[in-house]
């Protein structure tokens, strides 16, 4: 692919919080229930500042484990897995995640991981890292559940990564949280993990955040000379974007997107013949401070769909249809390979 990595930033806009309706009879059964005596005094708009969890303190509020069986999610730290045959892939961060931990006799079951009542608005959204591994394709599931007013609605699934061959913590997509104005709703992880030894169900870095953010800063402020400071990563500013090219060598896609990331910024979408030029015509008049002649974008190929190609803003699990499929195309002589 004739292209150039380019990294785009993003500005977060704060949102503002509304009122708060009161709980109601069927979500306080089920918290009087299972809840810790503290957790219950958090009112919803309380309880909507607490809802990413990393898991790290050991702590899983505002949610917690509502599960009716034999499993339940614990907890787990990746030094000292429960299942010391079956551990999970190492974190991308971290050490602890919640994991679904079976008893002595590895019986199966249904898991249940609510939170409390919170306040969520308009153009909230919900993302997660997952690990699932089945002896079956497909046996074990994970399903986010929205509870409003007590009418259930599946939000999205990812059970489509229940292989015996996955070792990968995934990033899911941002799933939106369907309201349209100021609502105390409850979310619900509905999960099924198996009793084979290979069963397994794990989440981690549960991100809650407004949607409520532009894809590009069309300012000059934000684009340093280099990025975070890396002389081997100059950026320029380049029609209101921040275009930062690395002349470091990576080893594959993934690690590169990585270096991206980590870097606050994403690979580069080349998505008309307008921005190849102009990413073209820099990388011709500045040859000693790019220095280089290939690079990753974010193109990538679809395993899932035949012959698909997407710009894909993160390798996060989402359906390659729900991503940018290419447009347009500027494939070198003989690829693509
Ligand atoms: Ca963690």
């Not at 730290?77 to 590895?106: I, M, W």
């Not at 008309?272 to 015509?281: A, C, H, V």
Request: hydrophobic share 35%; charged share 20%.
């Amino acid at each position: 692919m004739k292209g150039i990595q380019l990294f785009l930033t993003v500005v977060v806009i704060a949102s503002c919080w509304a009122a708060l309706n009161p709980t109601s009879r069927q979500q306080q059964e089920i918290e009087e229930h299972f809840l810790p005596l503290h957790l219950s005094k958090i009112d919803p708009l309380s309880a909507r500042a607490l809802m990413s969890n990393d898991f790290e303190s050991g702590f899983i509020d505002p949610w917690y484990d509502a599960s009716p069986s034999n499993v339940h999610w614990v907890v787990e730290d990746f030094a000292a897995p429960n299942e010391a045959n079956n551990p999970a892939p190492t974190p991308s961060f971290g050490t602890k995640y919640l994991r679904a931990t079976r008893n002595a006799n590895l019986n199966s079951g249904l898991l249940i991981l609510r939170t409390l009542k919170f306040t969520a608005l308009p153009a909230d959204q919900i993302s997660i890292s997952f690990w699932i591994r089945s002896k079956y394709t497909g046996q074990n599931t994970l399903d986010l559940v929205l509870d409003n007013g007590g009418t259930e609605s599946t939000l999205y699934s990812w059970s489509s990564y229940s292989t015996s061959v996955n070792f990968e913590w995934r990033k899911s997509v941002p799933v939106p949280i369907p309201v349209d104005a100021a609502t105390d709703v409850t979310l619900i992880f509905y999960a099924y993990c198996g009793g084979n030894p290979e069963d397994a169900i794990a989440i981690d870095d549960i991100v809650f955040e407004s949607s409520n953010v532009p894809a590009t800063t069309p300012v000059s402020d934000d684009c340093q000379d280099f990025l975070q400071g890396n002389t081997s990563v100059p950026c320029w500013n380049l029609e209101g974007k921040c275009y930062c090219f690395s002349t470091i060598t990576t080893e594959n896609w993934g690690e590169t997107e990585k270096f991206c990331k980590d870097g606050g910024m994403n690979l580069l979408s080349i998505e008309t013949q307008e921005e190849n030029q102009l990413i073209y015509n820099h990388w011709l008049a500045n040859p000693e401070a790019i220095n280089k002649r290939t690079y990753w974008t974010s193109g990538r190929y679809c395993p899932e769909t035949e012959w698909l190609w997407i710009w894909s803003y993160e390798s996060d699990g989402r359906n390659c249809q729900q991503q940018s499929q290419f447009n347009y195309i500027n494939w070198a002589e003989n690829e693509p390979t």
